[in-house]
């Protein structure tokens, strides 16, 4: 019996590359969405594996299911155009390509990741939204996750007010105040967890 050691090495899966190859092309698109003045094109097939929301929309027996050209409204088309790089290739553009505030950019797209149920892009904006997140931004950052239903983002959030001396300086901003005023349960969980 000759044992062989040696393997055949196998190359990095390349699958994002070609499928952000897909979105850059024409090639098999057959739906279109028209948002304010742009019109983006994409495959029903990808949208619809990725998101049971457009799936539902695109396959299912809702009226968009046969348009060719679907209107949007409630996102802007900078936000939509990461969306589609997101589900075509499972990744974020750097920073530097999310415009002038990226952590704007990040709240946007967790309103459409909890639009689209895109779980993943839900989690990938939790995090950039995290690594920001300062004494200054933690009241305005756990009302987007309580109003996009990121739990993950919302307990951190809660976790980092429970340290006392950044409970003293967060109360003090003016995001706060608007915090309570949008979510007073919130305010009633912060209290339970001070008390832990």
Not at 28 to 54: C, N, Q, W, Y
Not at 166 to 186: C, E, H, M, R
Request: proline share 5%; hydrophobic share 45%; net charge negative.
């Amino acid at each position: 019996m000759v044992v062989n050691d040696m393997s055949i090495p196998v190359p990095p899966s390349d699958i994002r590359k070609h499928l952000g190859t897909l979105l850059d092309s024409t090639d098999g698109k057959d739906v279109s969405f028209i948002i304010d003045s742009e019109t983006f094109h994409a495959h029903r097939a990808m949208l619809a594996a990725r998101s049971p929301v457009f799936r539902a929309e695109l396959l299912g027996s809702m009226a968009e299911a046969t348009m060719s050209s679907i209107t949007l409204h409630g996102i802007a088309p900078a936000t939509f155009r990461v969306m589609l790089q997101f589900i075509y290739t499972d990744a974020l553009p750097r920073d530097n390509k999310l415009g002038d505030s990226p952590s704007e950019m990040m709240q946007h797209l967790l309103a459409a990741a909890d639009r689209y149920a895109l779980d993943g892009l839900k989690l990938m904006c939790a995090r950039k939204l995290w690594e920001g997140v300062s004494v200054d931004t933690v009241a305005s950052t756990l009302a987007c996750a309580e109003m996009y239903n990121c739990l993950e983002l919302k307990n951190r959030c809660i976790e980092l007010f429970a340290i006392e001396k950044n409970f003293k300086k967060a109360v003090l901003t003016p995001d706060f105040i608007q915090l309570g005023q949008q979510f007073p349960s919130i305010i009633d969980e912060l209290r339970e967890k001070a008390r832990t």
